[in-house]
């Protein structure tokens, strides 16, 4: 790999991903491959699923890089951030996801094996109650609470205002909320 792209900002890389520089396209995609995974398996509970949009959305990148509009100063991760939550939607409408049981690994350092199964246990509870909320809310849940985007980004990639990001967060938490204290043993700190 080329150390010269490692110092490039990604809409530099960019611009020689679509001369079809495949030294561009490996530094875009060692960046960005986690923080999408862990977006789409946000999404999908489900590894494979995860992978699989992942891969996809970066092959779509080589393929089409033109989809990408560096004239308008997008933010290369703004817009990919899009390209995987609609890859993620478009999934969820055609298969409809469960949160497995023993597919969310949780580490419990100083903890007993009986905190640790009971941490895991809250924690699947959690995610199950995620996915019941209307996509819209987990989407917002996902983008700005575990992938750290501002609201201001999340309604980019949503292709929403800021103001209803913020209302769907808090619809979301309060759903959550409500859920949480009807059930006693699913509380969380």
């Avoid at 990604?10 to 396209?25: I, P």
């Avoid at 960046?31 to 992942?54: K, W």
């Avoid at 969820?92 to 469960?98: G, H, Q, S």
């Avoid at 949160?99 to 949780?106: A, T, Y």
Wanted: with cysteine; glycine share 4%; net charge negative.
């Amino acid at each position: 790999m080329n150390s010269k792209t490692k110092e490039l900002t990604d809409e530099e890389l960019m611009k020689l991903v679509m001369e079809k520089n495949g030294d561009a396209y490996s530094e875009i995609v060692r960046r960005h491959t986690d923080r999408y995974y862990a977006l789409s398996y946000r999404m999908l509970s489900e590894r494979e699923g995860a992978e699989d949009i992942v891969q996809d959305s970066f092959l779509m990148l080589w393929n089409s890089p033109e989809k990408w509009d560096g004239s308008k100063n997008a933010k290369f991760t703004t817009w990919f951030f899009r390209v995987v939550v609609n890859a993620c939607l478009d999934v969820k409408k055609r298969v409809k996801y469960t949160v497995p049981e023993d597919d969310i690994e949780l580490e419990s350092p100083g903890h007993s094996q009986e905190e640790a199964s009971e941490l895991k246990s809250t924690k699947n509870k959690v995610e199950a109650l995620i996915h019941e909320l209307p996509e819209s809310q987990q989407t917002a849940l996902a983008l700005c609470f575990y992938e750290g985007l501002s609201n201001k980004e999340a309604a980019s990639v949503m292709d929403i205002s800021v103001k209803a990001v913020e209302s769907l967060l808090m619809r979301a938490k309060g759903s959550l909320r409500a859920k949480l204290n009807t059930n006693p043993k699913t509380e969380v700190a």
